[in-house]
């Protein structure tokens, strides 16, 4: 079993001289920085925009120009593209994704290395298809060539990485990738009660584009939830409330202490938030009133509009928005550790 990206390294390895090693997240940082003319700015990450253009022009398989045009903070990208593959180059390294691009390259130009890596994959099976870039998809249909023997396994609903050129048409016109194929609707859902599947299903119907499928809650699976005061009693297991500025931390406040007063533990709670200054104030005074002896351990992250989960036990609400029910209990306390760059740290 291994990853797409596995894959390529492997690949990129076998069929290139020397060793290769692959470069972590800072060393990209300070290659960027060498090959391109980066401005620092202060409380700006000048150098993200780069290293989010490289990568849709690599995994979209996109022109550095059109990438540049449609990223303006990435200047030069098109220009000093070919110049930062050449640095991994005699770096004798590869990055994230060059694993892909250089894979790819090497099975289009070198016919021995394409039949010897599709000797080692006769049948392949993938899942989560729908996060597929350009990329992924055309190293999948040169790996499994001639006989294009793939068993994808997706959900075109979820498509979150459109960005870098992720689609559900993928799993839509499968079978026109994979001639031969067929498909096989999982249409039962065993996660998430009656009401929220019944509330995704009426949400997802707006989608033009999809697998043709009519998504069901498992047999036996019910709405009842236990009888649980505050704000949201008698509620059932969806429910939806709004508001704004601290009104939603107070909001949030009553939704816990009901939960709590009912004998909900701290550990079958999450206070989730996007990630704004203002939303994250509001989360972290949400969550220190609520919870004050664990205000010193906790750590502030992300915020507004902010929103309030439960565990399966207690059904599931969220203030302002949307939410699914949990089949198991989420951490109370933000225990990620280092924070991805395009999060907000105090």
């Known amino acids: 079993m291994r990853t797409l990206n596995g894959i390529g390294l492997w690949i990129c390895a ?5 060793r290769v090693r692959v470069l972590e997240e800072a060393d990209v940082r300070e290659l960027c920085q060498g090959v391109f003319s980066i401005r620092r700015q202060a409380n700006t990450d000048t150098v993200a925009p780069y290293i989010d253009a490289l990568s849709v022009v690599r995994l979209g398989l996109n022109r550095p120009k059109e990438v540049e045009d449609a990223i303006p903070d990435a200047a030069g990208i098109a220009e000093g593209f070919d110049r930062y593959r050449q640095a991994l180059h005699e770096l004798g390294a590869v990055d994230f994704d060059e694993q892909i691009y250089r894979a790819i390259e090497i099975l289009l130009a070198d016919p021995h290395a394409r039949a010897t890596a599709q000797s080692q994959c006769r049948r ?3 899942d989560e298809f729908q ?3 350009p990329a992924h998809l055309l190293l999948i249909r040169l790996l499994s060539a001639p006989g ?3 068993f994808g ?8 990485y459109g960005y870098s050129g992720a689609t559900p048409e993928y799993l839509i016109d499968f079978d026109r990738y994979f001639p031969g194929a067929v498909s096989h609707p999982l249409e039962v859902n065993y996660r998430c009660p009656p009401a929220v599947v019944g509330a995704a299903r009426h949400l997802l119907s707006h989608n033009r584009r999809r697998v043709q499928k009519t998504v069901r809650a498992a047999p ?5 939830v236990p009888s649980i005061g505050g704000p949201l009693s008698g509620a059932g297991p969806v429910a939806v409330r709004s508001g704004s500025g601290a009104a939603l931390a107070d909001l949030a ?9 009912a004998g909900a533990r701290p550990s079958d709670i999450a206070v989730l938030a996007a990630s704004t200054p203002r939303c994250c104030r509001c989360r972290w005074r949400a969550w220190s009133r609520a919870f004050p002896a664990a205000h010193p351990s906790a750590r502030p992250c992300s915020a507004a509009p902010a929103s309030v989960r439960r565990s399966r036990t207690c059904g599931s609400a969220r203030i302002r928005g949307t939410s699914h029910a949990r089949t198991s209990a989420t ?3 933000d225990r990620r550790g280092a924070s991805p760059r395009w999060w907000p740290t105090w």
């Open 153 to 160: 396994v997706g959900d075109d609903d979820q498509v979150i």
């Open 253 to 261: 406040v009553e939704v816990i202490g009901g939960w709590t007063a």
């Open 331 to 333: 951490r109370s306390v």
């Open 124 to 126: 392949l099976l993938v």
């Open 131 to 133: 996060d597929l870039t």
């Open 220 to 224: 036996g699976r019910t709405d009842d």
């Open 14 to 18: 076998e069929f290139s001289e020397g």
């Open 148 to 150: 294009y023997d793939c």
